[in-house]
Structures are given as C-alpha cells and as structure tokens.
C-alpha cells in the first residue's frame, strides 16, 4: 500500500513486523457537509506530538516500553468514497492477519466504516465503543448513504443490536433517538457516567473504540468540522480512557481534528494527547 507523509508519531519508530500497534492516518474529507479540513489532522497531529513526552503520567506508561509503528498516511483517492473506503479496509486487512491492532488517525468518521468491517471479518462478536456528540445514525445525508453523517449505522448493518454503545451524544435527528430508543444501540446522552457498567457488561469481547473528538465542548476543542457546545472536558476524557484501560481493544481510531480552524494550535494539542493516552491504553490490551 503507497504511503505518504512520513513524519512520525513520537515514539513510534518501530518496525511493522516487530510492532504490535500500527498507526496510520487516512486523511479523507469527501462527504464532510459543513466545515471541511479534517484530512489535515494526520499531519498536524504527528508534527504536534514533538510538544509531548512518551511517557504518561495519567497511566504510569511509557511509549518507549511498547513496539509501536507508524506507518504514515494512505494515499487516497479523495474523489471517490468507494475507492477510499477498499484502500483503508486492504490496509487493515494486512495489520490484523499479521495479529497487529490498528489505530487510526482521520480524517472525517466515514473512515471508521470499512476499519470495523475488517475487524469484524476476525472478531465476529466485536463490539463497538462510540464517542461521540452525534448519533450518526442516519440512513443517508443529502441523498448520500455513504457519509459521515451515516457511519455509525453502516456499522450497525453488520454488527446488529446490542454490539453499539454511544457516549457524550448531545446532536441528532429525533427519528435517530427514536431508532437508537428501541434498543438497536445503546445511548448515553450528554456524558459517560453509564460507561463502567457497559465495561462490566461486555467483560472480556473483543473492542473497537471510535472517538470523534467533537466530543470535546468546542471551548477545548474548537478544531473540528461540527462543533457541538455542550461537551465534555478534556479530563473527562482521560476518565474515559481509564475506565475502557481494563477492556480487550482489538482496534481504535481518532478522527474529526481539522486543525485550521483553531490557529491557537490548542485542538491539535489536546487531538495529540488524547491519542498518545488511547495508545498506551491499547498497549496494555492483549488480543
């Protein structure tokens, strides 16, 4: 698979073959329906990471003591979703037959859709944790059923009721609450303060962990394409990441940073951060 951008991620630096996480962005935009830009986020956040150390005083980790490799970005073809979608899944294909976890930096969350799928094809009782301050619940945006706005019941199509646990939504249509209500998906409007009883529940099953960092109250984090007021807090994303710590995370990503649009460069921090943390969680989750 043809790369590009090869900054590297601090701490990283470690061969695919020896590697058990393999990082790579998927820097694609094409169905973003207002504030466009997340494609830069790879980029920004790999460059930004320079500001932070490896090790992790939250987890008492340190990406040093971890096999971690960063193999940059795909290069993909930003006219055509459908191209886009079987580059990123061929990918992965190749990080989870070598028994590696995949950690993807987007990139718009369509770019989640066709990670889960290749995960799915090896965990068929993977279960999928969302963060997120939208439903995505759609069955198509504009007259397009693959979107951004779609992703989330993409995945559902495949996976069913009660493999899809959504946390901080606070932004829908009505008809997505209604669905979701009848027990397709599980939604914890506003917070997360439900999120350790799921954790108990699923136990030991194999994970997927989805953040969309619009999440973040746009006063932390305004670098994002739909900023949505009414969110968490940086520090409750680390109670987050603390309480999925013990869960088995076979995959995860991090999307929705479109870094020029916070020039204070204060997002693309906090977008870094947050993905330095979710890795050092994954390391210590053991497929």
Same mark, same amino acid.
């Given at each position: 698979m043809e790369m590009f951008n090869k900054y590297c991620f601090i701490?990283?630096?470690?061969?695919?073959?020896?590697?058990?996480?393999v990082l790579f962005g998927a820097p694609f935009d094409g169905t973003c329906t207002f504030r466009p830009g997340s494609r830069f986020g790879p980029y920004k956040m790999r460059i930004d990471s320079y500001g932070l150390e490896t090790y992790s005083p939250y987890f008492n980790r340190d990406l040093l003591d971890y096999k971690i490799h960063d193999a940059?970005? !795909? /290069? !993909?073809?930003?006219?055509n979703p459908l191209a886009v979608m079987e580059s990123i899944?061929?990918?992965t294909n190749e990080i989870v037959f070598k028994n590696k976890k995949p950690l993807m930096i987007g990139g718009e969350h369509l770019v989640t859709l066709p990670v889960v799928e290749a995960l799915y094809e090896k965990y068929n009782n993977l279960v999928l944790l969302h963060f997120d301050?939208?439903?995505d619940l759609r069955d198509e945006f504009m007259g397009e059923? @693959?979107?951004?706005?779609?992703?989330?019941?993409?995945?559902?199509?495949? @996976?069913?009721?009660?493999r899809i646990y959504q946390f901080g939504i606070r932004s829908g249509l009505k008809e997505e609450f209604l669905w979701a209500d009848k027990g397709h998906t599980f939604i914890n409007k506003f917070s997360y303060d439900k999120l350790s009883d799921i954790v108990k529940k699923i136990k030991d099953k194999p994970v997927y962990v989805t953040i969309d960092l619009d999440i973040l109250d746009p006063s932390v984090?305004?670098?994002t394409g739909t900023p949505e007021p009414g969110g968490?807090?940086?520090? /409750?994303m680390i109670e987050i990441l603390k309480t999925i710590d013990l869960l088995n995370i076979v995959g995860a990503d991090i999307v929705e940073l479109a870094p020029d649009y916070d020039p204070t460069g204060v997002s693309t921090a906090?977008?870094?951060?947050?993905?330095?943390?979710l890795m050092l969680v994954m390391c210590e989750s053991k497929i």
């Open positions: 701490g990283c630096e470690d061969t695919f073959n020896e590697s058990e996480i940059g970005d !795909l /290069d !993909l073809a930003f006219g899944r061929k990918f301050a939208h439903t059923s @693959l979107s951004h706005s779609t992703v989330i019941k993409k995945i559902w199509n495949f @996976l069913g009721d009660n984090f305004p670098g968490i807090l940086f520090s /409750d906090v977008a870094s951060k947050t993905l330095r943390e």
